[in-house]
């Protein structure tokens, strides 16, 4: 059992990650407040499957009360913690990731996040992909959403086969294709009726010209019995890069709706895309921020998923250079490579 309280980070890693995995495999519960701890132990071995993770000093003086517990772990040895409960309660779930297909996209929004209208032409390479599929169940437990995208993840020819080995990988996992849906490809009857076999959905991004499609993107669907959901209309984008590269890192990461996207791509992966496609990326944009230190290396060796999950639940060094407290607005457009500049992506440029 473990009793987790306090601090906002901690509850998320072990509310939202661990308590499924234990739940469903090792019988052990995760208590929300200190008074459903004292409901529940009423027997020395109850205590003796305990871990705590006691953040305050007012629930170790609480807990003393309750009697003697042998795994209590104070905020400050949290990463010593996170040792020992790999050891207690295996490995860490996962709660969501992002994998590109295709970095370049059909579309080319102005200002794309993930810098698809100016990246160059490249697919991902499958070899190297399965290797980080591979990695990512060596150190999670459990995936609860993957989400292929890009970039335009239909114009990869090999899209079915990627598919494919992510499923195969990852059988009780909510497996999305994010698209633009304006186009499924020159093998789309195979490459849909596989994705319909296979139980992976699509996510249709509603920008104005897939809008103007929307009924006919609906019906070649339905014809292959391939799941999708339209998300809102989009009709404006926002930018929040901080042209000062000054921000306060917690604040710019308090206000970060991107902060739980994690991002993998050629064996680096980080808490948001941004450290992982601007350092990997040939664009102009390249070089331009210091990202490296964010950069999570899944092949190295020495590191676990516990680890991983730490890194990904705190602000990164690359927040100073979000301004997400105050991102600016402006209506959607197609933008290629060639007029594109760095206002698409800074504030106040
Ligand atoms: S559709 Fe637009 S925002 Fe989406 S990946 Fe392509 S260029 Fe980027
Ligand atoms: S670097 Fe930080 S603030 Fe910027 S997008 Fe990533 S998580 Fe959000």
Known sequence: MIYVSGNESVQRVFCSSIKDYLNSENSVMVLDKIEDFTEVMKTEEDMSRVAVLLPTADDVEMLDKIGTIENIYSISDIEDFLGHMELFAGKPVLPYIEMHLSDHCNLNCKG???????????FADYDQFAKDIHKLKELFSHIKKIRLMGGEPFLNPSLAEFAELVRSE???TDIRIVT???????????????????????????YPPTVKRKEQIAAILNRFGVIYHFSENINKFLKFRNPDFNKDIHVSYEHCHMKMCTFLRDGEMAACSFPVIYSQ?????????AVDSDIIHIHNPDINGWEVTWKLTHPLNSCRY????????????????????????????
């Not at 009857?189 to 509603?206: G, V």
């Not at 990326?281 to 921020?289: E, I, K, N, Q, S």
């Open 170 to 172: 990852n059988r009780d």
């Open 180 to 206: 633009n849906g304006l186009y499924f490809g020159s093998n789309s009857e195979y490459t849909l009726k596989r994705l319909a076999d296979l139980n992976i959905q699509l996510d249709i991004s509603s």
């Open 322 to 349: 979000c301004r997400t407290d105050r991102p600016e607005f402006y209506v959607w457009e197609p933008r290629q490579k060639s007029g594109a500049l760095c206002a698409d992506w800074f504030v106040g440029e």
């Open 112 to 122: 794309c996040g993930h810098l698809s209208n100016i990246a160059p032409e490249k």
């Open 281 to 289: 990326l040939d664009t102009f944009m390249r070089g331009r921020f």
